[in-house]
């Protein structure tokens, strides 16, 4: 889905911009509405997940006990007035109720944190990817390839933390080490950034 969206944003970007000089970026969070009857939840700090969200079939031969389907993708528009390149860009983070799941007999709080968490990751790696945009040098000739770069990187740095977490807290069965990542997360979400 992510990678649909980096082609769409390469058609649109994809014409002549010789005459531009100047490229300009506005880049923020999008505070997308999440409709009750939408299979996307959006990321909100004052909604976190409830079991009821994880609507998807279980895959009884996968190891874990449920799965957090989440991302983050953005919006852009373009504009060009005279030799200047405007670029607006709403970053989203979203999870999926119908590919997150859990098995029958898991419904405790503590493994719901666990799933809350990777929703965190997910929206701090977000987080991460505006800051990366709001720090480069964009240019008339680099703004196509450096926006799609930025997003892969940042979307690597995501997946190796997602799985450092199920790795190192053995997908929440390491008690120990959860409550540790619990904590890390927690400051991670505060500070916008890991």
Not at 6 to 17: K, Q, R
Not at 25 to 50: A, C, Q, W
Not at 150 to 169: A, G, V
Request: with cysteine.
């Amino acid at each position: 889905m992510v990678k649909n969206i980096l082609i769409l944003f390469s058609m649109l970007f994809g014409f002549n911009v010789c005459s531009a000089q100047k490229v300009l970026v506005n880049v923020f969070m999008e505070d997308k509405i999440t409709k009750p009857i939408s299979d996307t939840i959006y990321y909100h700090p004052g909604r976190p997940l409830t079991w009821n969200d994880f609507q998807g079939v279980p895959d009884n031969h996968h190891f874990g006990e449920a799965v957090t389907a989440s991302g983050y993708a953005f919006d852009a528009d373009i504009k060009i007035e005279g030799r200047v390149i405007y670029l607006n860009i709403g970053v989203y983070t979203f999870f999926s109720k119908k590919s997150s799941w859990k098995k029958p007999g898991i419904g405790s709080a503590y493994h719901l944190l666990h799933e809350q968490h990777h929703f965190d990751i997910t929206q701090v790696s977000a987080e991460n990817f505006i800051n990366a945009v709001a720090k480069a040098k964009f240019t008339r000739d680099n703004y196509q390839k450096l926006m799609s770069s930025l997003f892969d990187q940042s979307y690597e740095e995501c997946d190796r933390l997602q799985e450092q977490y199920d790795n190192e807290t053995n997908h929440s069965i390491n008690r120990d080490e959860q409550f540790k990542w619990n904590y890390r997360i927690e400051d991670m979400v505060k500070k916008g950034q890991f």
